[in-house]
C-alpha cells in the first residue's frame, strides 16, 4: 500500500504574489513532511513592538521581585508586588482569572513544579527554591518570563539544580542561534544536558508559542528527538521554560487541591525552571524578556 501522504501544507504561498527567499526555504522543510508554522505566527513589526514593550515590563516586574523577595515573606506577599506594579506600570497580570486561576503570578516553592498558587499561608524559609513567573499583557501583547530566587543558602543539590536548569535553557537558546532549527533539536539538547547531570525534563508541560494571546502554537517540548517538532523561522515569537527535576520527571495535581492548578513533583523531590520570551530572527533568538 502507498504511504500515507504526512505533509500538512501549513505554510502556503500568497496567491498572486512571488515567492520570497523564506517561502522557498520553508517550502523545502514542508516539501520533505517537516512541520513548518502557519503564517499567522509570523508576527508583524508592530507586533513584535508590542511583544517587545510588553518583555521590558515584564523584566521591569520581576527585577522588583528580585528586589524585594526575602525570607519569611508570604507567596501572597510576592503577588502584591506583581500585581501593583504590573497595574501601575499600565499593564495587566495575565494569570489572574485565566482559567480560574485566582492570583496574579505562579509562585513555585521546592517540590512545586510550577503554577504554584501565592497564598498567605505559604512563608519563605531558608533554603527554599522558588520560581516566579509572571506573564504581563501591555497593549494586548504578552510577554512570559520566570526566573528561580534561592532563600538564604540552600543544600548542595538544590542548588544545582537551579543552576543546571538555568544552564538548560541556555542550551535551548543556543541550538536556536539561527533559524530555521526545530523544536526538537532544542528539546534533545536540553534533555541531553539535564540527563548529563542526574536530572530529568518534566514532559507534561511545555513552553509556547506567545505575544498575541498567552499561550499559542507551536508546543516547545523541552525533550524529543532531533529534526521533530515544528520548524523556527524569523518572526516567530514563543517561550523556552524547561522545567528540571531532581528525581522522576513524572508530575501530579492532588486531588485535593481547591484548584486544579498546582503541579508537584511525583516523588515531591525539587524541580526548578527558568522561562524566557524569544523573537526568532534572521540571526537567532532575541530575548524580549531581558
Ligand atoms: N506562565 C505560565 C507559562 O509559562 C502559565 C501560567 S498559567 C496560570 O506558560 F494561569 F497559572 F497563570
Ligand atoms: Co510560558
Ligand atoms: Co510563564
Redesign the pocket.
Given at each position: 500500500m502507498a504511504r500515507k501522504n504526512k505533509i500538512v501544507e501549513n505554510w502556503k504561498l500568497l496567491p498572486g504574489v512571488a515567492p520570497t527567499q523564506m517561502d522557498l526555504r520553508i517550502l523545502e522543510f514542508q516539501n520533505r513532511g517537516k512541520l513548518c508554522p502557519t503564517r499567522n505566527m509570523i508576527k508583524t513589526p508592530q507586533q513584535i513592538t508590542g511583544i517587545r514593550r510588553a518583555g521590558a515590563l515584564n523584566t521591569a516586574v520581576l527585577d522588583e521581585v528580585a528586589e524585594r523577595i526575602r525570607e519569611g515573606m508570604t507567596t501572597e506577599e510576592i503577588n502584591r508586588i506583581v500585581h501593583d506594579f504590573t497595574i501601575k506600570h499600565g499593564g495587566i497580570p495575565?494569570?489572574?482569572d485565566?482559567?480560574?486561576?485566582p492570583?496574579s503570578?505562579?509562585t513555585s516553592i521546592n517540590e512545586v513544579v510550577?503554577?504554584g498558587?501565592p497564598s498567605e499561608d505559604v512563608v519563605l524559609e531558608e533554603g527554599d527554591i522558588i520560581n516566579v513567573?509572571?506573564?504581563t499583557i501591555l497593549d494586548g501583547y504578552y510577554a512570559?518570563?520566570?526566573r528561580m530566587f534561592v532563600i538564604g543558602r540552600t543544600t548542595e543539590q538544590k542548588q544545582r539544580l537551579v543552576d543546571v536548569a538555568w544552564e538548560c535553557l541556555k542550551v535551548g537558546e543556543r541550538v536556536c542561534s539561527e533559524p530555521y532549527v526545530f523544536v526538537g533539536d532544542l528539546g534533545n539538547a536540553i534533555q541531553k544536558h539535564a540527563h548529563a547531570n542526574g536530572f530529568s525534563v518534566v514532559r507534561d508541560?511545555c513552553?509556547?508559542g506567545?505575544g498575541c494571546a498567552?499561550?499559542e502554537e507551536p508546543e516547545v517540548e523541552h525533550y524529543g528527538h532531533k529534526g521533530t517538532g515544528m520548524l523556527l523561522v524569523p518572526g516567530m515569537t514563543f517561550?523556552i521554560?524547561p522545567m528540571i527535576n531532581t528525581g522522576t520527571w513524572r508530575v501530579f495535581i492532588d486531588d485535593e487541591d481547591p484548584y486544579g492548578?498546582e503541579v508537584i513533583s511525583d516523588d515531591e523531590l525539587p524541580s526548578a525552571?527558568w522561562?524566557h520570551t524569544y523573537l526568532m530572527t534572521e540571526n537567532g533568538v532575541e530575548i524580549l524578556t531581558h
Open positions: 495575565a494569570p489572574l485565566y482559567e480560574g486561576f492570583k503570578c505562579c510550577c503554577h498558587i513567573d509572571c506573564t512570559d518570563a520566570s508541560l513552553g509556547h506567545v498567552f499561550h517561550t521554560e492548578w525552571q522561562e
